[in-house]
T-cell receptor, first 113, second 111 residues
Framework: KQEVTQIPAALSVPEGENLVLNCSFT??????LQWFRQDPGKGLTSLLLIQSSQREQTSGRLNASLDKSSGRSTLYIAASQPGDSATYLCAVKLKTSYDKVIFGPGTSLSVIP | EADIYQTPRYLVIGTGKKITLECSQTMGHDKMYWYQQDPGMELHLIHY???????EKGDLSSESTVSRIRTEHFPLTLESARPSHTSQYLC??????????FGPGTRLTVT
């Protein structure tokens, strides 16, 4: 059974710091991995999508890596800003008929001005 | 640009009322999903659909029902709302590269 975990559960950093969020999954038979951002009481915004054949994706200050063999993904945020404060979730899509997605519990990030 | 819409965004309703949460997407996606999320908690899949006239229950048991008569529309209905249904409901669809797009959510409060 696929399980997704995220470490740390919460993180507080001063503005300008670079930071890394971690995501682990137990079954490497995934179709893709997606990182989302969720602001309080809002929906999820897709940040980066990494297909199983890819190693990393970049968008602006964000870089996500994927190591399927070890069941890990990292989200790197460069030069953090207060506007980055949110909960970050990773999700793996399984190779099932309805594209089942397993979400991690999220990392709550707070960037202090 | 993801085009997936949910209405209403917020709803406060009394116990016993029937409610329908609307979800529409304009991307032509076949697969659509409903998730339930309590504040600060994880997302739980409650319903999904492969396409028109196809609906299945998700991992979390829910008293709600769904229908998929048109590709773009995936409404969720509660026949008799109860306080235990108070939660945020998120609709999503799955794209060509199997990425998930989410709507803004409906925050439901049942008094």
């Amino acid at each position: 059974k696929q399980e997704v975990t995220q470490i740390p559960a919460a993180l507080s950093v001063p503005e300008g710091e670079n930071l890394v969020l971690n995501c682990s999954f137990t079954d490497s038979a995934i179709y893709n991995l997606q990182w989302f951002r969720q602001d309080p009481g809002k929906g999820l915004t897709s940040l980066l999508l990494i297909q199983s054949s890819q190693r990393e994706q970049t968008s602006g200050r964000l870089n996500a890596s994927l190591d399927k063999s070890s069941g890990r993904s990292t989200l790197y945020i460069a030069a953090s800003q207060p506007g980055d404060s949110a909960t970050y979730l990773c999700a793996v899509k399984l190779k099932t008929s309805y594209d089942k997605v397993i979400f991690g519990p999220g990392t709550s990030l707070s960037v202090i001005p | 640009e993801a085009d997936i819409y949910q209405t209403p965004r917020y709803l406060v309703i009394g116990t016993g009322k029937k409610i329908t949460l609307e979800c529409s997407q304009t991307m032509g996606h076949d697969k659509m999903y409903w998730y339930q999320q309590d504040p600060g908690m994880e997302l739980h899949l409650i319903h999904y659909s492969y396409g028109v006239n196809s609906t299945e229950k998700g991992d979390l048991s829910s008293e709600s029902t769904v229908s998929r008569i048109r590709t773009e529309h995936f409404p969720l209905t509660l026949e008799s709302a109860r306080p235990s249904h108070t939660s945020q409901y998120l609709c999503a669809s799955s794209g060509f590269f199997k990425e998930q797009y989410f709507g803004p959510g409906t925050r439901l409060t049942v008094t």
